[in-house]
């Protein structure tokens, strides 16, 4: 269904669709942004919220997967066919991606997925992961990650694919800690790691799954910038309005030409990297790893 709502002196396109998996895709406005003057309608069951401003085509996406938008089944085909959607919109122009929840951007990949699930699941949840990603990073629109929260693991591999980030000064933490569970990230999410801060600090960050502080993430290069967590959104959108004082098709061109080697690389080597995935995750020491790790994330009630 879709509707065009006139308000406030812009159009807000409003649309809701049902996606697999019974997420919904929502094109509203959002309660906290400057764009944002249409009319708001929610249900609690929809796991990604978009806002769109027709006048100059820039969309907000926030994860609204509570507790802690972690990236389960759901909410990776919900992200997947947003950016998709966006994507096929002529009238868009870039995509602020930011969490409808302050405090925690995105908690990662869904740790449940992976624990004592067969390695078929495991291994059709894995190319969700990397289908979700292929679209984020291979996007033509400016992408900025507004992480207005702790953004650990998958929600770092959300803010990497993306042009920019904003973060939240504060005391919270975003980083690659995959080791700290057993894992090992895959070689496109390292290579965004060493493409963001280089080789030697990502080696480093990522052998001893690092979690950084805010600060310290702005120091290594891994955000580009910190703002009070109130101010994350609307200095988001400020940011975007100068990236589109570049005209879209050199600067999409120019992006595509540094992303495409990686993003030719996953799609040559997707099912490679499903079956690495498989095979690792459904270990029985990387098993015992989760559970220990779930009952650590438990305990810290
Ligand atoms: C080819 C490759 C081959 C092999 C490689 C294999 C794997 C590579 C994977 C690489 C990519 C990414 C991996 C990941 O993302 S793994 C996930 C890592 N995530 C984390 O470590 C974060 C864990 N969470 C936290 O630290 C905190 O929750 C957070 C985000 C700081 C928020 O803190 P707080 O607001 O206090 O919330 P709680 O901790 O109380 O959590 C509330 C509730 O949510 C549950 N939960 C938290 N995080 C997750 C999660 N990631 N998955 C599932 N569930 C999660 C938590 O247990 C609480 O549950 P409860 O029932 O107790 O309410």
């Known amino acids: 269904m879709a509707t065009f709502i006139a308000s406030g002196g812009r159009v807000w396109r409003k649309f809701v669709k049902t996606f697999p998996l019974g997420s919904n895709l929502s094109l509203k406005r959002s309660p906290t942004s400057a764009l944002a003057n249409g009319r708001l309608s929610s249900t609690s069951s929809e796991n990604v919220l978009v806002s769109k401003d027709e006048k100059s085509g820039i969309a907000t996406v926030r994860m609204n997967n509570p507790p802690v938008n972690s990236l389960n089944t759901a909410l990776l085909l919900s992200l997947r066919s947003c950016f998709e959607e966006l994507e096929k919109d002529k009238s868009c122009r870039a995509l602020i991606l930011t969490s409808n929840k302050p405090k925690v951007f995105c908690a990662g990949l869904d740790i449940l997925e992976l624990y004592q699930k067969s390695p078929d699941y495991v291994g059709q949840f894995w190319e969700k992961v990397q289908d979700m990603w292929l679209s984020l990073y ?145 270990r029985e020491s990387v098993q015992l790893s989760i559970q220990q790790y779930l009952d650590k994330l438990k305990a810290k009630k």
């Open 138 to 282: 291979g996007s033509r629109l400016v992408t900025m990650a507004a992480i207005n929260g702790h953004s650990p693991a998958g929600g770092c591999l959300l803010s990497l694919a993306c042009d920019y980030r904003i973060m939240a000064e504060g005391n919270f933490v975003i980083g690659l800690n995959e080791t700290q569970l057993d894992l090992v990230a895959p070689f496109w999410l390292r290579q965004m790691m060493v493409d963001a801060i280089g080789y030697r600090q990502a080696e480093m960050a990522l052998m001893v799954g690092a979690l950084y502080p805010s600060n310290k993430a702005l120091q290594l290069g891994l955000v580009d910038k910190l703002v009070p967590i109130e101010d994350v959104q609307t200095v988001a959108e400020e940011e975007v309005k100068n990236w589109l004082k570049i005209p879209d098709q050199a600067r999409a061109i120019t992006k595509m030409a540094s992303r495409k080697p990686l993003l030719d690389e996953l799609r040559k080597r997707k099912q490679e990297d499903i079956q690495t995935f498989r095979d690792e995750t459904t």
